[in-house]
């Protein structure tokens, strides 16, 4: 074969407001180009204890055991399953967009019985049906759902959610990929046993790694497996091997050196600016993207009670074509938003504020590209 000639790839400076990844913070960009160490350096292994730490902040709990998985938010989705789903064990999942549903595989290829608790896309999950599900399965274990639909632009009521399940005895695994630092998430308040998230959303860390979290109730269950967990690389017990232990570490396998100094980064600045803060930012700048869609006579597809303020479902109005529309966004604006999923491909827009993308400049600029592009 002939030798190909590359140089290297210089991306553009886009500005990133879709369903993630979300800008990265350029203090982000910078320790990820810090020098690489070795992975059991000593030096290396403090700043692993003081992301666990940084973790427990952002998550708000004292759970032992809280990492980063050297994997995206779906091998933190996984982890949860593989460790806490046997054989024959049945888990009500909710399914209100499209991560519920990629749990129901998780159970399933974990030989796991998935009863579905099934709600429109752009719903929140429904208290009353799930409480119905789980007086109708009194052997059910594990009560699964998505806190933060990305897919539609939903919120659950976690929190609810959680206390339910504990009611008839459940775990809870909780899917936080988009709601860490965007809106309040109370690990160890709310109880959640279980929970995973991703760092390319409200972290606006690069994509890649999967912070989890699971507290005791969910570890007694971990520690009482009757089977070994079928994943060699997710299993719980070998990982803490890698990331516990008092100044002995037992090789697991090389962690992302350089994209966790971009979480540690990532977890600092959150610390600096204080989570509360990162939530009212959210807040405060999907009210003025409302404002301003609005004033276009543009409107989000999700009820008002029920709305995550990092990601903006935006009913596309008749006779505009979607995909000619994003494609100009992205050539002529550099400006990425997010298509619609599944049964809403063409009918709604995904417009992400998260992390480092939720300011008022990204904010003007989008309603300003859009408006230009839609010629109104
Ligand atoms: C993005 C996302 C995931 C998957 O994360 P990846 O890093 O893409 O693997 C899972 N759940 C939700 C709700 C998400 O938004």
Not at 45 to 70: C, H, W
Not at 98 to 119: L, S, T, Y
Not at 152 to 179: E, R
Not at 215 to 223: G, Q, W
Request: glycine share 8%; proline share 5%.
């Amino acid at each position: 074969m002939q030798k190909s000639h590359f140089s290297s790839f210089h991306p553009p400076q886009r500005k990133l407001l879709g369903p993630g990844p979300s800008d990265v913070n350029p203090r982000i960009l910078e320790a990820l180009s810090r020098p690489t160490i070795g992975h059991l350096d000593p030096l290396f292994i403090g700043m692993m204890d003081e992301l666990k730490q940084l973790l427990r902040y952002a998550f708000q709990t004292e759970n032992e055991v809280t990492l980063p998985i050297s994997a995206p938010g779906s091998a933190g989705m996984e982890c949860c399953f593989v460790n806490l789903v046997e054989p024959g064990d049945k888990v009500i999942v909710c399914c209100n967009g499209a991560f519920g549903g990629r749990m129901k595989e998780n159970v399933i290829r974990c030989g796991g019985e998935a009863i579905i608790v099934e709600d429109p896309w752009g719903r929140a999950v429904d208290l009353d049906k799930v409480e119905a599900a789980l007086k109708a399965n009194p052997d059910a274990s594990i009560l699964a759902f998505v806190h933060a639909e990305t897919s539609t632009g939903a919120l659950s009521d976690a929190k609810a959610l959680a206390k339910l399940a504990h009611d008839y005895d459940c775990l809870t695994i909780v899917d936080a990929v988009t709601s860490l630092a965007g809106v309040p998430l109370k690990v160890d308040e709310w109880q959640l046993d279980a929970v995973y998230s991703g760092t390319q959303k409200c972290l606006s860390c690069i994509p890649g790694l999967s912070p989890v979290t699971f507290n005791e109730r969910a570890m007694e269950k971990v520690k009482n497996r009757k089977s070994k967990v079928q994943s060699w690389f997710l299993d719980l017990s070998l990982m803490l091997g890698y990331w516990e232990g008092e100044g002995k570490r037992a090789y697991h396998h090389t962690a992302p050196i350089n994209p966790l100094y971009g979480l540690h980064e990532a977890l600092c600045i959150l610390q600096d600016e204080g989570l509360e803060n990162s939530w009212e930012r959210h807040r405060i700048q999907h009210n003025s993207l409302k404002a301003g869609l609005e004033n276009m006579g543009l409107n989000l597809s999700v009820p008002e009670a029920e709305r995550l303020p990092q990601l903006n479902a935006v009913i596309i109005p008749d006779g505009v074509n979607d995909a000619e529309v994003r494609g100009e966004l992205l050539n002529k604006y550099n400006l990425e938003i997010g298509a619609g999923l599944g049964d809403s491909a063409g009918k709604l827009w995904r417009i992400g504020l998260m992390g480092y993308s939720a300011n008022t400049g990204n904010v003007l600029y989008c309603l300003s590209a859009l408006k230009a592009v839609l010629d109104i």
